[in-house]
């Protein structure tokens, strides 16, 4: 029975250190964000990937292909996504500047916002930036789209709206 628990101890120790490992390595560990928990099922199993509206600007718009869906990392606190550029796209919520009470997120060149971070409910944004959780409305690029509630106000958004989580799926 001791022996078993040593070795228990000693097999928890070793995997800790191999994830400890990976963290640090050069490599990150990317994957897709993925919306889950909506009220509306049309809203949910969707990946956030990059609609062009610009140079160096895209609208964070959801599919439910995954050929389409963009390739992200934690770096620190930015959440970059993987277009084969030599530069990052960074995960961009726009600041609340017109008291809207929900706001668009973009994916643009450089490193994007910080504050990001992941925990067992998904991806999370800074709190004190505004961020009261994730939205999706079917919107003007005739998809859903993502937003983030602005949390100092009270949203009453439209039906076609539902709040969801935004969950990483790690890629292959
Ligand atoms: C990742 O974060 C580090 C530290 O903030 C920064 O120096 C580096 O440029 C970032 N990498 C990319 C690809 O933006
Ligand atoms: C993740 O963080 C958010 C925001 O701080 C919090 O509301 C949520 O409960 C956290 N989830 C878990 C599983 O800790």
Redesign the pocket.
């Known amino acids: 029975m001791k022996f078993f628990s040593t070795l228990s101890l000693l097999i928890g120790a070793a995997s800790a250190a191999a994830i400890a490992g990976r963290q640090d390595s050069k490599t990150p560990d990317t994957f897709h964000l993925k919306t889950s928990d909506s009220e509306n099922s049309a809203h949910n199993d969707l990946y956030v990937y990059g609609y062009h509206t610009g140079a160096g600007l895209n609208d964070a718009v959801l599919t439910s292909d995954i050929e389409t869906a963009s390739k992200a990392y934690l770096?620190?606190t930015?959440v970059?996504f993987d277009y084969n550029t030599n530069f990052?796209w960074?995960l961009a919520p726009v600041g609340v500047t017109n008291y809207a009470a929900w706001q668009f997120v973009q994916i643009n060149v450089g490193?994007g916002q910080e504050g990001f971070s992941i925990n067992g409910t998904g991806l999370q944004w800074s709190e004190q930036k505004g961020f009261g959780g994730w939205l999706v409305c079917d919107w003007w690029h005739n998809e859903p789209q993502l937003f983030y509630i602005y949390r100092y106000y009270d949203a009453k958004y439209p039906a076609s709206c539902s709040e969801v989580k935004l969950v990483t799926e790690p890629t292959a």
Do not use: A, K, R, Y
């Open positions: 770096n620190g930015t970059l990052p960074g490193p």
